[in-house]
């Protein structure tokens, strides 16, 4: 693709750091009564002394247990869903990429569709989580492409 101008490091991180902000506060609104939840289990032990009797320890532990799974796995695949679903959309990016007015497209210069998208949502998850230096992939080549990036022959560029 001859003639775009790469959206750059900078960009990118600020653009992943704002959708880290957005994604915690809905985190935040979303996941706030299951601690109380857990909470209000609590203070009915509390009521008795401290003391639950076999049926009502299991189910407190099975509810904890659960919502403690339900955290996991809401804060492992909301994003990837995110992040795959707004760069397949016709905005070619997440709202922290809107926000820095860069988007994402094949190396052709298409949108992604919605299968790259989400292969690049996952590995950049996977990535990103085994080892944060991966993110600095795209300072040492051309096209500024990050391992995600890569698998899928995907550039960020302005969208400007």
């Given at each position: 693709?001859?003639n775009?101008?790469?959206?750059g490091?900078g960009?990118r991180?600020?653009?992943y750091f704002i959708?880290?902000i957005?994604l915690?506060i809905v985190?935040s609104?979303?996941?706030?009564?299951?601690g109380?939840?857990l909470?209000?289990?609590g203070?009915?032990?509390?009521?008795?002394?401290?003391e639950?009797s076999?049926?009502?320890a299991?189910a407190?532990?099975?509810?904890a247990?659960?919502?403690v799974?339900g955290i996991?796995?809401?804060?492992?695949?909301v994003?990837?869903?995110?992040?795959?679903?707004?760069t397949?959309?016709t905005?070619?990016?997440?709202l922290?990429?809107?926000?820095?007015?860069?988007?994402v497209?094949?190396e052709?210069g298409?949108?992604?569709n919605?299968?790259?998208?989400?292969i690049r949502?996952v590995?950049k998850?996977?990535?990103g989580?085994a080892?944060?230096?991966?993110?600095f992939?795209?300072?040492?080549?051309k096209?500024?492409?990050n391992?995600h990036?890569m698998?899928?022959?995907s550039?960020?560029v302005s969208?400007e």
């Open positions: 693709m001859e775009v101008k790469l959206a490091f960009k991180f600020l653009a959708d880290g957005l915690s985190f609104i979303v996941l706030i009564p299951f109380g939840i909470g209000f289990m203070m009915k032990a509390a009521e008795n002394g401290g639950m076999d049926e009502a299991v407190t532990a099975a509810m247990g659960l919502s799974g996991i796995l809401v804060a492992l695949v994003p990837i869903i995110y992040d795959a679903l707004m397949a959309s905005k070619q990016g997440t922290g990429k809107m926000a820095m007015k860069i988007k497209v094949k052709t298409e949108p992604l919605t299968s790259d998208a989400f949502a590995l998850s996977i990535l989580s080892c944060a230096l991966l993110w992939v795209c300072l040492f080549n096209q500024e492409q391992l990036d698998a899928v022959k550039l960020v969208a």
